[in-house]
């Protein structure tokens, strides 16, 4: 079980105005290893990760100097995960980047005796489960580990200390959901939504701005905490330039979500302001707006951008929607239920299983190809 923080919990905030506001600070996944836990539902993530494998890997084998890494440490390389969850999938990240950085080791420095040592930091929100992370922990891992609570919005390492950081599926999480869409006079105000999906253009705007200014305070921390010539690596969802989140199989769930909450409203469940207050903080970004963003803190080079379609295994959707909703229950169901309660919630992912399963036609016109960004970035040298 999560322990319950006074803090991480509140949902309500009363403002300088004494209006009542919903903050919809991230949550964790669920915890443990139970039915709809992480650690038992996270493998499409895991899958849509291993995409990118072979390409993080080429980008250290050109980009990164691990001689001049290696010899500015006493041999000692971190890496560090951000957002790493309960597992099993930050493990099996870890051991490809060291294997990747260790290799890379062995080409630039044939006739070493000297073996590389390495410390991996794993990084999440303090209520995180980091007791089911650290007792899976691999019992052959070739590394020292360290759990780093706090948010990666903001500084979470000594200066200088990092020589290779990666996320995995956590940056599309924003630090809160903007507040203008929950101020009922604001033209942004996202009544009857959970989502910026098919929402008006002021919504989709204010969505993007806090995906800015929460991507500018991620990286102003990681440029202060990586050495020169350090790596950065992002695997996040993302969009095509351009692409309404509508057209994209994730709105479809989320615009699902609202109409499915709107209904339990209606049926006397709990009052439409709930709705009306709570808006998912997730955002995708475009190669664009990520260009931007990394331009504008200017202390990186980008060594690679692409979008990639995340599951170019997957033939259909209608054959895994009833394990892809328990995977988006594992990782969303701590923020529902935050604002909706329990019963609610659990309500709320079975009528959306069903949902989605009768509308599986409609699933399956969805874009889903180049949904997923990968950013590699260099710290200037
Ligand atoms: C979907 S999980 C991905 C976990 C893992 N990287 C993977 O690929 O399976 C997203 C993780 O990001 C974490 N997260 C979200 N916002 C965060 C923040 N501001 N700081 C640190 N971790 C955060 C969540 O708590 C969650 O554990």
């Known amino acids: ?98 294997e990747a950085i260790k290799h890379k080791y062995q ?28 007792t899976s922990l691999p019992h052959d891992r070739n590394y020292f580990t360290s759990g780093v609570p706090g948010s ?39 009544k009857g939504r959970i989502h910026y999906t098919s929402a008006s253009k002021e919504v989709v705007d204010a969505y993007a701005a806090q995906f800015a200014k929460d991507a500018a305070k ?10 020169p010539g350090g790596m950065l690596v992002i695997v996040m969802p993302g969009v095509p330039n351009g692409m309404s989140y509508s057209d994209i199989v994730n ?7 609202g109409s499915i909450l709107m209904d339990l409203s209606k049926e006397g469940l709990f009052d439409e302001s709930q709705v009306d207050s709570f808006n998912f903080p997730f955002y995708a970004p475009s190669p664009e707006e990520m260009t931007k963003v990394i331009e504008m803190n200017g202390e990186f080079n980008i060594e690679r951008m692409e979008l990639t379609n995340p599951a170019p295994w997957l033939k259909s959707m209608n054959q895994v929607i009833p394990e892809w909703i328990i995977h988006v229950r594992a990782v969303m169901e701590a923020i529902f239920t935050r604002q909706f309660g329990n019963e609610v919630t659990h309500e709320m992912f079975q ?19 180049k949904i997923q960004i990968l950013v590699v970035l260099k710290r200037k040298e």
């Not at 009528?351 to 190809?369: G, Q, W």
């Open 251 to 257: 709105g479809l769930l989320f615009d699902s979500m």
């Open 351 to 369: 009528r959306l299983t069903k949902e989605l399963s009768e509308k599986s036609e409609l699933v399956e016109t969805k874009h889903r190809d």
């Open 1 to 98: 079980m999560r322990p319950n923080s006074s803090i991480d919990h509140q949902p309500y905030q009363i403002c300088r105005e004494g209006k009542v506001k919903m903050v919809t600070n991230a949550l964790p996944p669920n915890g443990g290893s139970g039915t709809f836990s992480y650690s038992k539902n996270s493998y499409f993530q895991k899958l849509s990760s291993s995409v990118e494998e072979r390409k993080i890997e080429e980008e250290i084998q050109k980009k990164l100097d691990v001689q001049k890494l290696a010899c500015g440490s006493n041999k000692i390389i971190r890496v560090a995960d951000l957002g790493c969850a309960t597992g099993p999938n930050t493990f099996t990240n870890a051991k490809k980047v060291l």
């Open 152 to 190: 990666f919005y903001n500084r979470l390492f000594p200066q200088s200390s990092i020589h290779f950081a990666y996320s995995t599926y956590a940056l599309h999480f924003l630090s809160k959901s903007p507040e203008v869409v929950q101020e009922m006079n604001s033209p942004a105000w996202n």
């Open 218 to 227: 991620f990286l102003d921390a990681r440029a202060l905490e990586l050495v």
């Open 107 to 134: 080409n630039q420095c044939p006739n070493t005796e000297t073996t590389l040592e390495f410390h991996v930091l794993f990084n999440d929100l303090p209520s995180n489960d980091f007791n089911t992370l650290f």
